[in-house]
């Protein structure tokens, strides 16, 4: 599985942004996605997942402000991001769960930054 991350970018606090992350392979509807960020200086964290069954998860920092979809039919996962806060600032990487493996692939990252 190969992921190509996009849609990263400058935006003013309180703006909004869509990453989308596209998948090659074509057992994508089976795998669970998510988007993971990491500032400088800091570890590596979940920000969203979803499930092949469309089951979702936020890290509490961006509950109610991000949303995780994801299209089958793309092969694409996206991540919506509302109201956004200088502390978003971070590279945001796509990641795939691949059930068949049980192994994780990891897309390049995309830089979101928040000025205020």
């Known amino acids: 599985v190969q992921l190509q991350a996009s849609g990263g970018g400058l935006v003013q606090a309180g703006g909004s942004l869509r990453l989308s992350c596209a998948a090659s392979?074509?057992?994508?509807?089976?795998?669970?996605m998510a988007w993971y960020r990491q500032a400088p200086g800091k570890q590596r964290e979940l920000v969203a997942r979803?499930?092949?069954?469309?089951?979702?998860n936020y890290a509490d920092s961006v509950k109610g402000r991000f949303t995780i979809s994801r299209d089958n039919a793309k092969n694409t996962v996206y991540l919506q991001m509302n109201s956004l806060k200088p502390e978003d600032t971070a590279v945001y990487y796509c990641?795939?769960?691949?059930?068949?493996?049980?192994?994780?692939?990891w897309g390049k990252g995309t830089q979101v930054t928040v000025s205020s």
């Open positions: 979803i499930t092949s069954g469309g089951n979702t």
């Open positions: 990641n795939a769960f691949i059930i068949a493996t049980t192994e994780n692939a």
């Open positions: 392979g074509s057992r994508f509807s089976r795998n669970t």
